[in-house]
């Protein structure tokens, strides 16, 4: 008798498709990793020896006081500035162009504290570089929604600025607080770089450098407070090995309260010295960085003479 051919079994089709489908998986994970390796060698900022940045926030209009309860002082901005000159680093000092008071509910131009624009000018002209720090530095839900973040206002501030100190290329946020329209905003109005956000690490995004986070030595902190602690010296130079490529050190003048505070960073300096340690301004580190970019893309591009 005639066997009748039997059809094949179909769980060698289950198998087979099985096979087809974790194959398909992994090359879509493969594909996906390879894109992202790829994306992350176009875009990332490499700097071709380690760069530290010094990031001093909240130059904003102090003339009547209402901030002196909080440590904001002329002298103590001076303080903190003599200690970073007095190693021969300059920093980037992040300028507000309308500080909101809460208590009083008013906004305070930088432009009419003239005491305050006359030094930042001088600290310009000695190599410090102005930024802008927000517009209003007001994080507070109720009373400034929105506001940090808004178009017109990112811009009525550089342009404020601008006024006061000529081009100002780098954009810091107020109160380390970040979002997508704030970053959005900054990087179309042109800033060159856009400091201290939460990247994991430096890129470019077209023309604009994006950095990470700062380490700020700031441990315990408030708002319109008057009680502040830094982390012990230790710490600052934990941080600073830890990151191999940009690393960036943000200070406001009004927590160093007491000379141990300023002791500290004058020893974190003094290591920084000792490690010949590269100390640039953003704008600087940004052009370093922009270069080494681009010696490295001219190098993926094969020479056709
Ligand atoms: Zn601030």
């Known amino acids: 008798m005639r066997k009748t051919t039997k059809p094949k079994p179909i769980a060698l089709t289950w198998k087979t498709a099985a096979i087809v489908v974790v194959a398909l998986a992994v090359g879509a994970f493969a594909a996906q990793w390879a894109h992202a390796q790829w994306t992350d060698a176009q875009t990332r900022a490499y700097a071709e020896q380690k760069i530290t940045i010094i990031e001093i926030d909240d130059y ?45 509910r008013q906004h305070y131009p930088l432009a009419n504290d003239s005491r305050m624009t006359a030094w930042l000018k001088e600290k310009q002209v000695q190599g410090h570089e102005i ?30 600025l601008e006024a006061l100190f000529g081009p100002v290329r780098t954009y810091l946020p107020p109160g380390n607080s970040w979002n997508n329209s704030q970053y959005y905003n900054a990087k179309v109005l042109g800033f060159d770089t856009v400091g201290n956000t939460h990247v994991p690490r430096p890129y470019f995004d077209g023309g604009t450098l994006i950095t990470q986070r700062s380490f700020d030595p700031v ?12 982390y012990p010296l230790q710490e600052w130079v934990d941080a600073y090995e830890k990151e191999p490529n940009v690393f960036i050190l943000q200070l406001h003048s009004n927590t160093f309260n007491n000379a141990q505070k300023t002791e500290d960073l004058d020893g974190f300096l003094d290591y920084l010295n000792q490690q010949n340690a590269t100390v640039l301004t953003y704008q600087d580190a940004y052009r370093v960085l922009r270069k080494a970019k681009q010696k490295e893309k001219n190098k993926m591009i094969p020479n056709d003479r």
Do not use: M
């Open 219 to 230: 441990s315990l902190w408030q708002w319109h407070a008057q009680k502040f602690e830094h």
């Open 60 to 104: 904003w209009n102090i003339q009547d006081g209402y901030f002196a309860p909080y440590g904001y002082s002329y002298e103590n901005y001076a303080d903190v500035l003599d200690v970073i000159e007095s190693h021969g680093y300059r920093a980037t000092l992040g300028a507000v162009p309308q500080i909101f008071n809460e208590r009083t």
């Open 131 to 160: 930024a802008q720090h927000g517009y209003t530095h007001c994080l507070n839900e109720q009373l400034c929604k929105g506001v940090e973040e808004n178009y017109e206002n990112i811009a009525k501030g550089k342009k404020e």
